[in-house]
Each structure stands twice: as C-alpha cells, then as structure tokens.
T-cell receptor, first 113, second 115 residues
Framework: AQSVTQPDIHITVSEGASLELRCNYS??????LFWYVQSPGQGLQLLLK??????LVQGIKGFEAEFKRSQSSFNLRKPSVHWSDAAEYFC???????????FGTGTRLKVLA | DAGVIQSPRHEVTEMGQEVTLRCKPI?????LFWYRQTMMRGLELLIY????????DSGMPEDRFSAKMPNASFSTLKIQPSEPRDSAVYFC?????????????FGSGTQLSVL
C-alpha cells in the first residue's frame, strides 16, 4: 500500500538559515509527488510537484525539492528561510491513473527572528 | 475566480446536533473532494464527486456522515448526530480532471468543535 512519511513533526530554524524537510514514500513505482503548504487558518497551497524528468524541481516562494528514487525520498529545501515561511508543510503522493492522493502527517515549521 | 469557498469558517455545536458544512468549488472544476484533518490521522479523504455524482465514499467514517452535491457549484457535508470525536478541520477541494497528477485547490476549511 502506498504511504507517505514525514519524520519531523516540528522543525525550528532561524530566519536566513537553510531548510530541509524530509519526505519518504512507499509505492510500487514512481508516484506523482507534491509538496503543499498550509498557513494558519488557510487551506493547502501547492508549492511544487514532480512527475518525471529532472529530479530537482523548482517551486513557488523559492522552494525546491529533489526526487531520489534510490531513497524513495522527496525532500523539500530552501536556501534561506523567511519569517513568512512559518507554516505546516505536507508531502503528498498521487497514484498514477487514479484520483488518489495520500498526504503525510505534516511538518510544522517555526522560524525564529 | 474566488477559489474554493467554504462556510462556515468555524462551527461550535453540542453533541447530538446536526452540522452542515458547505462548499462552493471553483467554476469549471468537475471534481470535488471532502477531506478531514485531525492531529492524530492527518488529512483523510472522506468522499469525492465527479460531475456532481459521488464516486468514492469509502472514507466516510460512518452513517452519521453524508455528503451531497445538488449542482456543480455547491456541496454539503452533513453530520447527524454529531459527536465530540468529529471535531476536526474539514476541507473541501476541487480539481479539473480529478487525476492524481493534478493540483488540488483547497478551501480555507471549517473548524468544527463538538462539545
């Protein structure tokens, strides 16, 4: 069965520091991979997605993610975090040929001034 | 477009009462999804519709939950009777094709508290 694991429930970084949020998935083939961000009191917003091709994908707000097939990972990165990046981040897997999305449990990011 | 619109933003009710959550998807989106978000279980898909028809309701927790989509611009999720364990944030989302490679557009959610 497909699953998504985000091992870090909470992460705290200082403003200006680099960020990496981890995501591991379990799926028989390469799924569609997504990162969404949820700001307080808001719905989820798509940051970036990967289907195929270049394993390093760029998203909005300066985020990027790298797909590593050998590690079944799709980690999200940002070189320099801004205070406005404080939010909850969700990794998601989509099963090709279906409507099914599986979301991870999320990582809550806190940014220190 | 205003995006996916959900109402109310917050709902506080007492156990045993009926609760109705509302959603207006983005115009032209043929697929509508209801999700529930809790600390324990994260985001769970409850049900989804294609062209106003419920396609998969296997995520609906029990018979107390029901969802309808009477037309392309409106859907409801009803809980009757409500219980404290139903307390959660309920999200509605819509998409064009409903395929798993497509972006989901989420509403801002309804925070439900059942006392």
């Amino acid at each position: 069965a497909q699953s998504v694991t985000q091992p870090d429930i909470h992460i705290t970084v200082s403003e200006g520091a680099s960020l990496e949020l981890r995501c591991n998935y379990s799926y028989g083939a390469t799924p569609y991979l997504f990162w969404y961000v949820q700001s307080p009191g808001q719905g989820l917003q798509l940051l970036l997605k990967y289907f195929s091709g270049d394993t390093l994908v760029q998203g909005i707000k300066g985020f990027e993610a790298e797909f590593k097939r050998s590690q079944s990972s799709f980690n999200l990165r940002k070189p320099s975090v801004h205070w406005s990046d404080a939010a909850e981040y969700f990794c998601a897997v989509g099963a090709p040929g279906t409507y099914k999305y599986i979301f991870g449990t999320g990582t809550r990011l806190k940014v220190l001034a | 477009d205003a995006g996916v619109i959900q109402s109310p933003r917050h709902e506080v009710t007492e156990m045993g009462q009926e609760v109705t959550l509302r959603c207006k998807p983005i115009s032209g989106h043929d697929y509508l999804f209801w999700y529930r978000q809790t600390m324990m279980r994260g985001l769970e898909l409850l049900i989804y519709f294609n062209n106003n028809v419920p396609i998969d309701d296997s995520g609906m927790p029990e018979d107390r939950f029901s969802a309808k989509m009477p037309n392309a611009s409106f859907s409801t999720l009803k809980i009757q009777p409500s219980e404290p364990r139903d307390s959660a944030v309920y999200f509605c989302a819509s998409s064009l094709s409903g395929q798993a490679n497509e972006k989901l557009f989420f509403g801002s959610g309804t925070q439900l508290s059942v006392l």
